[in-house]
């Protein structure tokens, strides 16, 4: 379920700190119920999801992602030297004393995605080519039922005209698609898991 995004702007998360020139594109309530200290299973969970790339069973979403990273090679979106630490500086950077020497989350291999930092209730990862800098944001809530939840942003700084047009371009297929999908697939993910933990 999309979320409005004081869903996310209204927590007192770390990443505000962090991030507050970024915009706040998205927030999902994600499907993945659980206990109060179940964030570490949900982040092992989407980041082997990110290092494995997107191979499940949404049709829609792996050609939408197949399309994407062609288009990105086609017209070097994604080529060294226009992602963090070339054309923009990592968040890292930016990381208080307490956070850069904490747990900085589980590392994302071969993907375009790199681990800011882990805390009991949020992890941030990050990523940038040449359209955009952005933080992925998962987040640990309570829930209406007296459970909790994931929840994720996603956060936005475009590279300028290009990567305010892209961002503008990919919208409806991020909702129609790509969003979707995902749900779907973090919600079958997460139950086979629990299953799992539960067995």
Known sequence: MRLPRTAHTDRPWRIHEIADDFTVEDVWALPTPGGPDDLPLLVHQIADGIRGGVNGE???SRVLF???WKLGALLGWDSSGTGVGARVASLR???PADLREGPGGPGLGESPFTSLYQRDDEWAAEMGNKTVHA???IGWVPDESGGYRGQMAVLVKPN???GALYMAAI?????VGVYPALMRS????WLAARGKADA
Not at 171 to 175: A, H, T
Not at 186 to 189: T, Y
């Open 160 to 162: 300028g005209f290009l």
């Open 135 to 137: 933080v992925m944001h």
């Open 171 to 175: 919208k409806p297929f991020r909702y």
């Open 66 to 68: 197949a399309v994407r």
């Open 58 to 60: 949404d049709l829609v």
């Open 186 to 189: 973090i919600g079958r993910e």
């Open 93 to 95: 950077d930016r990381l």
